[in-house]
């Protein structure tokens, strides 16, 4: 046994800070004050011991100290009691009133009274991993916070195997759009809402990185897809800021002839003849036009709308669930069941097999430790079959597209 005495507060502080940044949503407690400083010796101790069990692990004893709890009286906290991604504690932690080097009158230590913590060999943690899923391998592309809070694009298989990253750099890179043959990503590109923003593509082979368009700061593309025809990308494009006023533009994609071809849409679609598209207006109204503007159908209302591959069907978010329907707005039938405090905000289809993408949004938007946003997750559908099976890809990802 290798005995660590508690740390000066200044080496606990930066010990924790370590064990922080692994530890991604490690929840902190209230810790007694040891002789007058902040009492961190415990997670201190716990990260000496990560670092110990990386080299050459034997039994390893820790001293921490007592935490105070809201009745006044004292727990021993070795471990975070919850990590955002499913962690477990350390196998094994243990505390026994034998190996205390004092009590006071209930058998439990007093604040500022060291304890000590036995941690077996060796050390094990659990992570919580999606469940295995049998849908169609596929791939898809999707956002995801990184280093420094940065929003990078990331491919990955619907299993979740095979994940790489495609963008890297302190900018944000958001709403990736396949290329009809699957071997290239548009993207937008800026580094805050009061810098240009940036259409760019990206071979997956690595032999194409190109910008094709800037905007100024004060306007936004808040929608982009990749014409099913390969030639053109379809974007709206509005104001950063309310009245945001959006319009639909197309631009060759060497970023050429840019035009408008009609105003007031938020997000859309393009069906898979690339003749018509579905777009959900600033009010909140689904509609399926023609690329002049003029109106085919009107659907109702929906936040987020995607076309299947074979163009004969509709999903939509509406009301905080995702739905399928038939193009004319029949045969409309929920598909998602968010518990209470989530919400789906965005769906992706463009494929011929019945596997949709869904964004949902659950916790708190500004919800981030240590680099890892909790407030968006990424969720698949098997809406083929009557009663639809949902798993789970992301609990930190948005923006999903699925590849044609």
Not at 67 to 76: F, I, Q
Not at 117 to 128: C, D, E, K, L, M
Not at 203 to 230: C, N
Not at 348 to 362: K, M, P
């Amino acid at each position: 046994m290798t005995n660590i005495e508690v740390l000066p507060a200044r080496r606990a502080d930066e010990a924790l800070a370590e064990i922080t940044r692994r530890s991604r949503g490690l929840r902190r407690r209230r810790l007694a004050f040891l002789g007058g400083m902040p009492a961190t010796a415990v997670a201190a101790a716990v990260a000496l011991v990560v670092a110990v069990a990386s080299g050459d692990p034997t039994a390893v004893r820790t001293t921490g100290v007592a935490a105070a709890n809201e009745d006044g009286s004292t727990t021993n906290q070795a471990v975070s009691d919850r990590q955002h991604d499913g962690a477990a504690p350390a196998s094994g932690v243990r505390s026994s009133a034998a190996e205390r080097t004092s009590s006071d009158d209930t058998g439990g230590p007093r604040p500022g009274e060291s304890v000590v913590v036995t941690i077996p060999n060796p050390i094990t943690t659990t992570t919580t991993a999606p469940a295995p899923n049998p849908l169609p391998k596929q791939r898809i592309a999707y956002t995801r916070i990184g280093e420094r809070n940065w929003w990078q694009v990331w491919v990955t298989k619907t299993d979740g195997s095979d994940a790489r990253q495609v963008t890297t750099g302190d900018e944000m890179h958001l709403t990736p759009t396949w290329s009809p043959d699957g071997k290239r990503l548009a993207y937008i590109e800026n580094r805050s809402v009061w810098d240009p923003s940036y259409l760019r593509i990206s071979a997956l082979d690595d032999s194409e990185d190109r910008t094709i368009a800037t905007w100024p700061q004060t306007q936004r593309v808040w929608a982009l897809r990749w014409s099913p025809k390969g030639g053109r990308l379809w974007y709206a494009l509005g104001a950063q800021h309310a009245p945001i006023e959006t319009a639909m533009w197309s631009m060759a994609v060497d970023g050429s002839d840019n035009r408008m071809l009609f105003d007031d849409v938020v997000t859309f679609d393009i069906a898979s003849d690339g003749e018509q598209a579905a777009v959900v207006r600033e009010s909140g109204d689904l509609e399926i036009v023609r690329p002049d503007g003029s109106v085919v159908r009107r659907l109702g209302k929906a936040a987020s709308v995607a076309w299947s591959g074979d163009g004969s069907r509709l999903a939509v978010v509406d009301g905080g669930r995702a739905y399928v329907m038939k193009v004319d707005g029949t045969a409309r039938r929920a598909v998602t069941t968010p518990p209470d405090g989530e919400v789906d905000t965005r769906v992706s289809w463009r494929s011929t097999r019945d596997v949709l993408a869904v964004e949902r949004q659950y916790g708190s938007a500004d919800a981030c430790v240590n680099s890892t946003c909790s407030s968006r997750g990424i969720r698949l559908v098997d809406v083929g079959s009557a009663t639809p099976a949902e798993y789970r890809l992301s609990d930190s990802g948005g923006s999903p597209a699925l590849a044609p």
